[in-house]
C-alpha cells in the first residue's frame, strides 16, 4: 500500500512554476550612426565612436535583460550596434524622426507588433511602440514610450508652458490605451522616458491611475546615475502584472566612467530595470 501511495504521489502534476523576465528601459541619448555634423543632427551633437559602440554594447551584455524599451534611438542599425541581431530582435517604431522608441526583446521569446501609438507622437514628438510577448500560459502587452521633456514636477493643473501642455495632452492618449487594456483584462506594462518625477501626489501619475490601478516599479525611490536624482525612467504596471513585480528588484546599472565627458559618450540615463514573475 505504501508504495502504490508513493507511485500516486509520483503521478500528481507538478505545481506550476513561475518563470521569472526581466525588463528594462533605456535612453540611449541620441544613439545614431550618422555623422557628426549631419544636416539632420543638432549642431551640438557630438556622434558615437567605435569605441562608445563597443562601451555601450557591453553595458546591454551586463543589463542582460530579456525584454528593454530604448528611447532616442535613430533606427535599426543603431540599437543592432548595441544590441546583436544573433542575441535580440529589435522593434522600432515607424515615425520620422531621429529619436525613435522601441523595443528589444531577446530572441527566443515571440511576440507579435501592434500598431504605434502614434496619437502620442502628435506636433512632431514621438509615437509609442507596442508589443504583445507570449509567455507560454500568459500574454503581457508592453508599450515603450518617451514623453515631453520640460515638464518634471509642475501640477498638471498649473502646466501653462508650451512643454507642460504638450506633456498635459498626451495623458489622454496613454489613459485610453490603459482604459481597453483594463477592459480587455490584459497583463501589461509601460515603460521608458516619461520626463516625469511621478513622487509623492504627482497628479499626472494620479490621472493615468483613473484609467486603471498602476504598480510603480520606482516609487519612493532615487536614481544614482550620475549622482542622485529623481527617476524620470519608469516601469509601471497594471492588471495582473501588478501582481509580478517582484519586491525589491529595481535595480539602475550605473557606468563604470564617472568624468562628466563620458555623459556625452555614453548617455544621460543608466538602464532602469525591474524583473516580473510570470505565472507557469
Not at 14 to 42: F, M, Y
Not at 79 to 97: G, N
Not at 125 to 132: K, N, P
Not at 213 to 241: K, M, Q
Request: hydrophobic content about 40%.
Amino acid at each position: 500500500m505504501k508504495r502504490l501511495t508513493a507511485l500516486l504521489i509520483l503521478l500528481l502534476p507538478l505545481p506550476a512554476q513561475s518563470a521569472e523576465l526581466k525588463v528594462a528601459t533605456w535612453n540611449l541619448d541620441w544613439l545614431t550612426t550618422r555623422p557628426t555634423g549631419d544636416p539632420r543632427l543638432p549642431a551640438d551633437i557630438t556622434t558615437r565612436s567605435d569605441e562608445d559602440f563597443a562601451r555601450l554594447s557591453q553595458y546591454a551584455l551586463e543589463l542582460n535583460a530579456d525584454l528593454v524599451g530604448i528611447e532616442e534611438v535613430d533606427g535599426l542599425s543603431a540599437a543592432s550596434k548595441i544590441f546583436p541581431k544573433d542575441r535580440y530582435s529589435v522593434h522600432m517604431t515607424q515615425d520620422h524622426v531621429l529619436q525613435r522608441v522601441g523595443i528589444v526583446v531577446r530572441r527566443g521569446l515571440p511576440y507579435n507588433v501592434n500598431p504605434d501609438v502614434t496619437a502620442l507622437g502628435a506636433n512632431h514628438l514621438r509615437s509609442g511602440a507596442d508589443i504583445t510577448l507570449h509567455l507560454g500560459g500568459s500574454e503581457l502587452r508592453v508599450l515603450a514610450v518617451h514623453l515631453k521633456r520640460g515638464c518634471p514636477g509642475v501640477p498638471m493643473a498649473k502646466a501653462k508652458t508650451q512643454d507642460c501642455q504638450a506633456l498635459k495632452d498626451q495623458i489622454g492618449p496613454l489613459t485610453d490605451w490603459i482604459a481597453e487594456r483594463k477592459t480587455e483584462a490584459v497583463p501589461f506594462i509601460i515603460l521608458g522616458d516619461f520626463n516625469r518625477w511621478m513622487d509623492g501626489k504627482d497628479t499626472f501619475l494620479a490621472t493615468l491611475r483613473q484609467a486603471a490601478p498602476l504598480v510603480r516599479a520606482t516609487e519612493g525611490r532615487s536614481s544614482p546615475c550620475w549622482g542622485a536624482e529623481n527617476f524620470i525612467d519608469h516601469i509601471l504596471a497594471g492588471n495582473a502584472a501588478a501582481d509580478w513585480i517582484r519586491p525589491d528588484t529595481l535595480r539602475v546599472l550605473t557606468y563604470r566612467e564617472t568624468d562628466p565627458a563620458w555623459k556625452e559618450r555614453l548617455s544621460d540615463h543608466c538602464p532602469v530595470s525591474v524583473r516580473l514573475a510570470i505565472p507557469g
